[in-house]
């Protein structure tokens, strides 16, 4: 199992960015998928998942209405929008294959003036 995370950096408050992760060494279209978050000093903490078929998900609520989790079976990927960034948004970004407890490396996101 192997997760490449992708698209994270530096952006204002009120700004937006969108995470990607590959995925390769399972058949991606069969698993939920999950995106976590660490901040400087705190845990890991779940951001949002994504059932199967991308029909159902469920966010953390500090990111309710201002970040949307998608998937695309087809390319192997999942995706999180962020809108309306916040510094208390600055983390790094980890993709997650839950029935596997993969990993990716993480992507930073900083969210500063």
């Known amino acids: 199992v192997q997760l490449v995370e992708s698209g994270g950096g530096l952006v204002q408050p009120g700004g937006s960015l969108r995470l990607s992760c590959a995925a390769s060494?399972?058949?991606?279209?069969?698993?939920?998928m999950s995106w976590y978050r660490q901040a400087p000093g705190k845990e890991r903490e779940l951001v949002a998942y994504i059932s199967t078929s991308g029909g159902t998900s469920n966010y953390a609520d500090s990111v309710k209405d201002r970040f949307t989790i998608s998937r695309d079976n087809a390319k192997n990927t999942v995706t999180l929008q962020m809108n309306s960034l916040k510094p208390e948004d600055t983390a790094v970004y980890y993709c997650?294959?839950?029935?596997?407890?993969?990993w990716g490396q993480g992507t930073q996101v900083t969210v500063s003036s």
């Open positions: 060494g399972f058949t991606f279209s069969s698993y939920r």
């Open positions: 997650h294959a839950p029935t596997f407890n993969s």
